[in-house]
């Protein structure tokens, strides 16, 4: 039986409470709003279109609307919430929490989201790029904890990097570090006009394109049935389904596709000399079928001693990643 | 007349002594060994040949016995010495001090130089490599002074990098952030045997080679006359010299060069959104003749709100810059 007298030193310490937080995950096609904490678990999540094409104000109220939602079904209200944390396409300021047109956002031009939002909800907002609040998502709960230096790519309809130095997020001048997708990969020489560049060749559109070149050349692919036929239906799923059957067609596209991403890692190799890698969507859905040869392209081009220590992995949040990177948004509290 | 009983509150703070230090810069062709203060001011200096051909051993002994020299010089003793600073070619470990055969030091392969000098020596030894070591010169007393993102290029004989971000060094996983020679900017396509590096492309002699080139096709130069014909003659700064005489062969070559600079620049803006360049020796004899070339090319090709407040500069400490960034990898006093 345990002696009631004998009280550890942290008992205070065990006994704190775990930190309430309002997550908010702003994409181009869907909102989230969720409630959690800062073990990375969401409690309560409600979801709506984003229809982008409404512009900020409309969206912004929505935003709102949710979270009176989610607080309703959480049986919260707004004085148990720490901190709100949003993730949302860049570039914006994030010690000012000002959105500046995302690519995926028609109309936010200079829309000072943390200022409008902590009037509406009387709470602390805090704003980061969603590959930052990814890379801390992946680094806090996901395949990067205890990596001191990571990078995290987000490998989806676009190719942002969020970037963990010695120990903390790395943002930039003006929150502009990590926009890899514009590093040019090929590039003929000094009067070539179109240097193809790291996202055109490795993100979700650039895959698709691959296999579409392909399957001009050979349509004997099992890409061709799954799609019935029609070319502007495949995508990087389809593409790791055959190939997860051995179709050679789609695994010469993850082989020239992986070449190129790893061609992309290799810079990041020899300016930043990470750890980890940590690759989003097209990671998690390709696995080896792309990192594989990533890897071999990445070790072939890199300073090998760096290239030598570093790994490379899918993220680990999967599906939730956008949740849990809106929690940390809000865990870190950041104010420039 | 001073009141003599008013003391100024940090009457202390400004009594304390300068801390005094021994740096050593080793280069591939020569030592030099000097004392000097935390202003980055140089109180006595020796130099030698390195005579690298040698290996480490004797190297080694010659630093020990400068060290000497330039104590009895500055009228020191050891025990006046608060910490010895080395900056030296990597690759390198930083924390432990060992030398992995930097490719202009032949033979030394794991060397645990910060040991054997702290025995030699009986004080404490920190050990940087060169491109790390002028970027905090540059950064405590040169033209970064007051960043908090500044990139260091040597753009001397090779191209490395040393970056401050956040206000500190940043090392990497391995010690080998930085190594950015080996980033490719011409690169043909999946299946180009040869792609062209940014250190084959801007550095010292790749400046060099482009002007040879130049002048095969159109030898009307005052290039050619200042090394009485002799292409293997050819340096950045003859190139500079013509080029500031207006001579088209050199600013063509300048341009090119620059546009190269550029890139490489670019693919760094788009990773690390820095607030400042520091180009070394190039960026010092060249200035805007080569720098000029560099902004418009990085401008073209870096993502425009990051390229937009990044400033190109040359380095300020010019021949000095080896000596002071002895001293500041003394002042760093980096343990890992």
């Given at each position: ?28 096609t ?125 490998a989806g309809t ?43 060749l490795t993100a979700g559109p650039g895959l698709a394109r691959l296999a579409r070149k392909a399957l001009q050349k050979n349509p004997f692919s099992k890409m061709l049935e799954m799609v019935g036929g029609d070319l502007q239906k495949i995508t990087g799923e389809i593409v790791g389904k055959a190939a997860r059957l051995d179709d050679p067609v789609a695994l010469q596209v993850l082989n020239e596709a992986g070449?190129y991403l ?17 690759i989003g969507t097209l990671g998690i859905y390709l696995g080896d079928l792309l990192l594989g040869p ?20 899918p993220?680990?949040?999967d599906a ?17």
């Amino acid at each position: 039986m345990l002696d009631s007298t004998i009280v550890p030193q942290n008992f205070g310490a065990n006994l704190k409470m775990a930190e309430t937080y309002l997550g908010m995950d702003v994409g181009g096609t869907k909102l989230a709003v969720l409630v959690g904490n800062d073990r990375g678990e969401v409690l309560q999540k409600v979801k709506r279109p984003t229809m982008a094409q409404r512009g900020p104000w409309p969206i912004i109220d929505d935003l709102v609307e949710m979270a009176g939602e989610v607080l309703e079904k959480a049986n919260l209200t707004l004085n148990d919430i720490d901190a709100v944390g949003v993730s949302i396409g860049g570039p914006l300021d994030a010690a000012k929490g000002i959105i500046y047109s995302p690519p995926n956002l028609p109309g936010w031009d200079a829309i000072p989201l943390k200022n409008v939002l902590s009037v509406k909800l009387e709470r602390p907002v805090f704003v980061e790029n969603d590959a930052n609040a990814g890379a801390l998502a992946e680094w806090r709960f996901g395949a990067g904890r205890g990596a001191q230096n990571m990078v995290f790519l987000t490998a989806g309809t676009g190719m942002g990097a969020g970037l963990i130095l010695d120990n903390r997020l790395f943002r930039g001048a003006n929150y502009l570090a990590g926009e890899v997708w514009k590093i040019p990969l090929i590039r003929k020489g000094l009067d070539d006009p179109n240097p193809l560049e790291f996202e055109y060749l490795t993100a979700g559109p650039g895959l698709a394109r691959l296999a579409r070149k392909a399957l001009q050349k050979n349509p004997f692919s099992k890409m061709l049935e799954m799609v019935g036929g029609d070319l502007q239906k495949i995508t990087g799923e389809i593409v790791g389904k055959a190939a997860r059957l051995d179709d050679p067609v789609a695994l010469q596209v993850l082989n020239e596709a992986g070449t190129y991403l790893g061609w992309g890692l290799a810079v990041l190799v020899n300016v930043l000399n990470p750890e980890i890698f940590v690759i989003g969507t097209l990671g998690i859905y390709l696995g080896d079928l792309l990192l594989g040869p990533a890897r071999r392209a990445m070790r072939e081009t890199a300073v090998p001693q760096a290239a030598e220590i570093v790994r490379v992995v899918p993220a680990q949040l999967d599906a939730t990643i956008g949740d849990v990177a809106a929690l940390c948004v809000a865990m870190e509290k950041y104010e420039g």
